[in-house]
Structure formats: structure tokens, C-alpha cells
């Protein structure tokens, strides 16, 4: 059975930290590009940022220096570094798993980030 599950969601202040995992089972893990999205209330679920098996990254233009993929390959996990975290990233964040050029693709359940004060 294929499963993505994030963790380390919470409630930060705005310029606090927190690290997000997502660990995977049931798959080939070198075969997966990961990447974790952002849904806020009312808005789509956009890409964040993503990470090749090779460590190639793209990142959206919001989170750039501040946030930092990664993944362990002999672990079978992904992470989220995030940084200097902001109101405006507040949303639940999703792990997504896809291989490309097929129709494979598997999401998490989120986790929930809230920046205030």
C-alpha cells in the first residue's frame, strides 16, 4: 500500500521556523519526483517546491531563501526546511509524489501551518 505522510505542522510566530516531513512507503523511491503544495481557505493547491532524485529543486518565487527541500533517499522521506515563515504562509501542505512521464501521482493527508502572533 502507497502512502505519503506529512508531519510537523503547527502554530508559529511570523519569522519562526518549522520543518515538515513526509515519509513514504510502498514505492520505489528513486523513481519519484516529490514535492510539497500549499492549499490556503478559498484558494488552489499550488506546487511550493519539488525535488528530483538527483536534487534538482525548483521552488516557487514566494518561498525562495527561505525554504529548502530536501530528501533522503535511503529513508524514504522529504522535507520542508521553512524559514523567516510569514502570515501569508499560512495553508495546509500537502507531500505529493509523482513519477514523470506516467500517471502516477499520490498526495498526503497535510498538515497544517499557521503563522500569527
Known amino acids: 500500500q502507497v502512502q505519503f505522510v506529512e508531519s510537523g505542522g503547527g502554530l508559529v510566530q511570523p519569522g519562526g521556523s518549522l520543518r515538515l516531513s513526509c515519509a513514504a512507503s510502498?514505492?520505489?523511491?528513486?523513481?519519484?519526483?516529490l514535492g510539497w503544495y500549499r492549499q490556503a481557505p478559498g484558494k488552489q493547491r499550488d506546487l511550493v517546491a519539488s525535488i528530483t532524485f538527483g536534487e534538482t529543486t525548483n521552488y516557487a518565487e514566494s518561498v525562495k531563501g527561505r525554504f529548502t527541500i530536501s530528501r533522503d533517499n535511503a529513508k524514504k522521506m522529504a522535507y520542508l526546511q521553512m524559514n523567516m515563515l510569514k502570515a501569508e504562509d499560512t495553508a495546509v501542505y500537502y507531500c505529493?509524489?509523482?513519477?514523470?512521464?506516467?500517471?502516477?501521482?499520490?498526495w498526503g493527508q497535510g498538515t497544517q501551518v499557521t503563522v500569527s502572533s
Open positions: 510502498g514505492i520505489t523511491f528513486s523513481r519519484y519526483v
Open positions: 505529493n509524489g509523482r513519477v514523470l512521464g506516467t500517471a502516477i501521482n499520490y
